[in-house]
Nanobody
């Protein structure tokens, strides 16, 4: 069974930072998979935030977070992180860790539609 477990969410004031982590278990060849983060705010559609491929040589960021968020992964530990700096109230959402085949990278902002595995999500709240 494949499981993705997120941690690191919480509440922070605008301008602050949080680091999300996701531990993936049950995937034998972790580097065959792209891993990424999506988020869903109340009353809004789910949107892609960032994704990184298995070789760590391709990364995509949503325009809204580019320059503020940094995605990274450790293939040996089967983990993925999202460092979130200069947080804004509009970043408030439930954040989901996802994994899917490396070709999902070509989908860009729509990568979430081809991801196979999902975590349960973790709340991030940014106050003014």
């Amino acid at each position: 069974e494949v499981r993705l477990v997120e941690s690191g969410g919480g509440s922070v004031q605008a301008g602050g930072s949080l680091r999300l982590s996701c531990v993936v278990t049950g995937l034998m060849w972790f580097d065959d998979y792209a891993v990424g983060w999506l988020r869903q705010a109340p009353g809004k559609e789910r949107e892609g935030v960032s994704v990184i491929n298995g070789r760590l040589d391709k990364v995509w960021y949503a325009d809204s977070v580019n320059g503020r968020f940094t995605i990274s992964r450790d293939n040996a530990m089967k983990t993925v992180h999202l460092q979130m700096d200069s947080l804004e109230p509009d970043d408030t959402a439930v954040y989901f860790c996802t994994a899917g085949p490396n070709p999902a990278m070509v989908a860009g902002a729509q990568f979430g539609t081809v991801m196979q595995y999902w975590g349960e999500g973790i709340q991030v709240t940014v106050s003014r």
